[in-house]
């Protein structure tokens, strides 16, 4: 599961096909196409932090708490499940 995220700028050809386009006001944006399906949400930081299925996933980057060290600690527990395998 994933999507193209395409951006363009001023008002520059979009993809014809998409699932959702977002248009800033300054005549920028970007068109989401899912490869399979997919979810677009908008919420406010109090809204995500509330959401029941959005709210465990991650802490927010411009929370204050999201130091490099909350980061390293995250990288290090993702690595850490891989395991390596020896090539002949």
Known sequence: MGADVLSYEDGSSTRD???VKVAF???CGYTV???WFGKF???TGDELAAD???KDIALDPFD???TFEHFSADA???IG????VATP
């Not at 499940?81 to 390596?84: A, K, P, Q």
């Open 25 to 27: 006001n300054d005549a």
């Open 64 to 66: 204050e708490r999201f």
């Open 76 to 78: 290090l527990s993702v």
């Open 52 to 54: 029941p299925n959005t």
């Open 41 to 43: 949400l908008l919420f």
């Open 81 to 84: 499940t891989f395991t390596t």
């Open 17 to 19: 096909k998409y699932q």
């Open 33 to 35: 196409r899912f490869w």
